[in-house]
């Protein structure tokens, strides 16, 4: 597993679809996840210190797993089907260790209110995960026949047929600013 950091969110210009762009903590792949308009706002709220006048969903959530006697000890970002992601949130309960499964920007709402940290598996991070161009902020992609992912593994085409939309998404968005890191 591969520890991650959020980086920002993001909205597509074209469409205003939301990103959450998760980076590694100790390299430089980018994992842009899309997620609802509702779990960014939840997200960004927390983020950026906001406070609520009442619980969102997400901190309600939170309330539970601690009232009931659980542990939120992280999530994992754990495969992509489909064009879809998927995530777990691992709780600590009755000394045990317990999984259950979410979606990556419900697992990142809870992430970030209880400060934990936030997994990505290698498989999914060379399927999905990105360089950036250091100079123009944009997605590096090879566009080359029998494509290889960022580690040098073969990218089926399959895959590389799925993952245009993907690409054209990614090209869509304002990423000027995108290595600049929030106050």
Same mark, same amino acid.
């Given at each position: ?5 959020? $980086? ?6 074209? !469409?205003?679809?939301?990103? *959450? ?20 706002? #939840?997200?960004? @709220? ?5 406070? @609520? ?8 959530? !939170?309330?539970?797993?601690? @009232?009931?006697? #659980? ?7 754990? +495969?992509? =089907? !489909? $064009? ?21 920007? +419900?697992?990142? #709402? ?13 498989? *999914? ?24 992912? @960022? =580690?040098?593994? =073969? ?18 968005? $304002? ?9």
């Amino acid at each position: 597993m591969i520890e991650m950091t959020i $980086d920002s969110i993001r909205v597509s210009l074209m !469409n205003y679809q939301r990103v *959450v762009i998760l980076k590694e903590k100790e390299a430089e792949r980018y994992l842009p996840i899309w997620i609802g308009t509702a779990e960014a706002d #939840a997200i960004a @709220v927390k983020l950026q210190g906001v406070n @609520v006048p009442r619980p969102l969903t997400h901190d309600l959530i !939170n309330s539970i797993i601690e @009232v009931l006697g #659980a542990k939120l000890d992280s999530i994992v970002v754990n +495969d992509l =089907k !489909n $064009d879809t992601f998927f995530a777990k949130i691992v709780l600590t309960v009755d000394g045990g260790q317990m999984e259950i499964d979410s979606r990556p920007s +419900d697992a990142l #709402a809870l992430a970030v209110r209880t400060d934990v940290s936030i997994y990505a598996e290698e498989s *999914v991070m060379d399927r999905a995960g990105i360089l950036l161009d250091k100079e123009t902020g944009k997605p590096i992609f090879e566009e080359k026949e029998g494509e290889t992912d @960022v =580690k040098g593994g =073969k990218v089926s085409e399959e895959d590389q047929h799925r993952m245009s939309a993907f690409r054209e998404f990614l090209d869509t968005l $304002d990423l000027e600013d995108f290595d600049k890191r929030k106050s």
